[in-house]
């Protein structure tokens, strides 16, 4: 699942782009068909709440809307079917009342991906990195992606697993693996991870300790992050001021996408409420906000977006320990929704779906279920 693109390196690619993949994309749906026989029951769910409902009724919907625009419109991609295949069947199965299965896929995930940061950092070495900014990619050739799923999984190391030497020395390889993703989204989160597990465990004085990290990383950060990511960061702070003489590409293609749809909201109104605009039949841009907005309309995508944000006020409103890792992990995606596409990237979808529907799904303190710590032991 976490290794799926590594068949990258033996085809013809270009910055995200490849062509021959063909029937290797199959290990998709194979690698979903094998995750979902661990987590979940072979049985379909009797019961659904609100906003399962509403978000399943989007998913179809999108899937209508994009067959129907087909019929007149050539221009758009199907990555859409990546968010369906991991979707569907996280919220139609029932799932598996045992909560030291959800622990060992997560202890599983973080072993793969320290692995995969190491191996990164011998392809860097090597110069045999696929993209030009010897980006790291890990096995999800995307390193926005790679970044983000790098990011949950430290919020599962600081917010959930029990400490240990393991988590001291994951922490240190993801953050490393992070950084150089040299993707500018996935460090701000970063940022903002260790600075809110911080302020939870150590109020002022790690806010002091932060502000002292803070200016030695300004100092060295020649030394520590990429030509490529500081340019990024600088024309942020270009957008910011209003400076934006020479601003990244991958900036200023966000804020240009942002524009341009508030632009066209009055020119077509009916499109913009009921099914998108009709110029492509899946209209996928740097942001899953006007992704969803522009292919399927407003009222339509409401669903997702009422999904994902009570999603997060059900987490907020648990009480287990473990709630803190699910409010952090959602948080982490909206955001990332709003200068990412990132659903569409297989299997981003499988992460944000999991994580939105274990709160209300399992008991996370529960002795019965193992409970945190036993849990993790027990791995």
């Not at 692995?115 to 090597?126: N, P, W």
């Not at 009709?278 to 292919?295: F, K, M, P």
Request: hydrophobic share 55%; net charge positive.
């Amino acid at each position: 699942m976490l290794s799926n693109y590594y068949y990258l390196y033996f085809l013809e690619f270009s910055q995200g782009g490849t062509s021959g993949a063909g029937l290797l994309a199959l290990v998709r749906v194979f690698a979903v068909f094998l995750l979902c026989s661990q987590l979940f029951r072979p049985v379909l769910r009797s019961s659904f709440r609100l906003e399962e409902i509403l978000v399943l009724a989007f998913l179809i919907f999108g899937l209508l809307v994009i067959l129907l625009k087909t019929m007149f419109s050539q221009e758009g991609d199907w990555m859409y079917v990546n968010t369906l295949m991991c979707a569907i069947p996280l919220l139609l199965l029932r799932v598996r009342e045992n909560l030291a299965r959800f622990i060992f896929f997560f202890e599983c995930c973080l072993l793969v991906l320290v692995l995969q940061v190491v191996g990164e950092f011998f392809i860097y070495f090597y110069g045999k990195s696929l993209w030009e900014n010897k980006a790291f990619i890990g096995g999800l050739g995307n390193p926005s992606s790679f970044g983000i799923l790098c990011d949950l999984l430290i919020a599962y190391l600081l917010f959930w697993r029990k400490k240990s030497f393991y988590s001291f020395f994951a922490f240190f390889l993801l953050c490393a693996g992070v950084v150089m993703t040299s993707s500018m989204l996935p460090v701000l989160l970063l940022t903002f991870i260790t600075v809110a597990w911080g302020m939870l465990r150590s109020g002022v004085k790690f806010a002091i300790l932060c502000l002292s990290v803070a200016l030695l990383f300004m100092v060295f950060s020649d030394q520590i992050l990429s030509d490529h990511l500081r340019y990024k960061l600088a024309s942020m702070v270009g957008v910011i001021d209003g400076s934006q003489a020479d601003s990244s590409a991958s900036v200023s293609v966000r804020v240009k996408i942002h524009k341009e749809y508030l632009e066209s909201l009055g020119r077509d109104v009916p499109g913009f409420l009921f099914y998108g605009f009709s110029e492509r039949y899946y209209n996928g841009v740097d942001s899953q906000l006007i992704t969803y907005l522009s292919s399927f309309g407003l009222l339509a995508s409401g669903g997702f977006w009422f999904y994902a944000v009570l999603s997060f006020c059900r987490s907020i409103f648990n009480s287990s320990r473990a709630s803190i890792f699910f409010v952090v992990g959602i948080f982490i995606f909206i955001i990332a929704f709003l200068f990412n596409r990132i659903l569409d990237y297989y299997p981003m979808a499988l992460f944000f779906f999991l994580i939105c529907m274990l709160p209300s799904s399992l008991d996370l303190s529960s002795p019965r279920n193992g409970g945190i710590d036993k849990g993790t032991e027990k791995i």
